[in-house]
Antibody
Framework: QLQLQESGPGLVKPSETLSLTCTVS??????????WGWIRQPPGKGLEWIGS???????YYNPSLKSRVTISVDTSKNQFSLKLSSVTAADTAVYYC?????????????WGQGTLVTVSS | EIVLTQSPGTLSLSPGERATLSCRAS???????LAWYQQKPGQAPRLLIY???SRATGIPDRFSGSGSGTDFTLTISRLEPEDFAVYYC??????????FGPGTKVDIK
């Protein structure tokens, strides 16, 4: 059974960089049919896609966040990571990592449990 | 940008009733790229329906999806107590390639 687990600081100061890692277990991040993505959800609000990465390193980002986002992959550790720079209180959210099935159909089939990141001084 | 609109915002129903949730897109969406998720408080979203009408593994057959183009529907034939949750539709398409609808909350009447 595939599992994804987010890890990283739960508190980040304004103007600093938020860094999270997603560890994938029970399957290989190098599978050819999948991208890997980050999605966030501010408290009490809806879901916002941040970006996705292929195991080769190919990325695509939400244009609304693109200037501040970097997603990278480490296939040797079966992990992928998110960096979001110059954070403000508006970036406070639960951050999820998920697997994106990418082929004839496209959807997120496995999700991590999510991690709350609060931006505050 | 393709904007997804979900209606109603909240649906108040009793167990055993039928729930019909709507997802409308501002532009045509490929049926292959339309999915539905269920989210309960404190939990991650769970995939229910992909390709507009295919149930994900382990999803009961009381959940069904339909639609094409700009209009999609999630139907729960008979609500069970565990079905009271928030439901999101999601599409893959043009920039940004992935968008979610704002959600429909199904609560107990």
């Amino acid at each position: 059974q595939l599992q994804l687990q987010e890890s990283g600081p739960g508190l980040v100061k304004p103007s600093e960089t938020l860094s999270l890692t997603c560890t994938v277990s029970g399957g290989s991040i190098s599978s050819s049919s999948y991208y890997w993505g980050w999605i966030r959800q501010p408290p009490g609000k809806g879901l916002e896609w941040i970006g996705s990465i292929y195991y080769s390193g190919s990325t695509y980002y939400n244009p609304s966040l693109k200037s501040r986002v970097t997603i990278s992959v480490d296939t040797s550790k079966n992990q992928f990571s998110l960096k979001l720079s110059s954070v403000t209180a508006a970036d406070t959210a639960v951050y999820y990592c998920a697997r994106l099935v990418f082929g004839v159909v496209i959807h997120f089939d496995y999700w991590g449990q999510g991690t709350l990141v609060t931006v505050s001084s | 940008e393709i904007v997804l609109t979900q209606s109603p915002g909240t649906l108040s129903l009793s167990p055993g009733e039928r729930a019909t949730l709507s997802c409308r897109a501002s532009q045509s969406v490929s049926s292959s790229y339309l999915a539905w998720y269920q989210q309960k408080p404190g939990q991650a979203p769970r995939l229910l329906i992909y390709g507009a009408s295919s149930r994900a593994t382990g999803i009961p057959d009381r959940f069904s999806g339909s639609g094409s183009g700009t209009d999609f529907t999630l139907t729960i034939s008979r609500l069970e107590p565990e079905d009271f949750a928030v439901y999101y539709c999601q599409q893959y398409g043009s920039s940004p390639p992935v968008t979610f609808g704002p959600g429909t909350k199904v609560d107990i009447k």
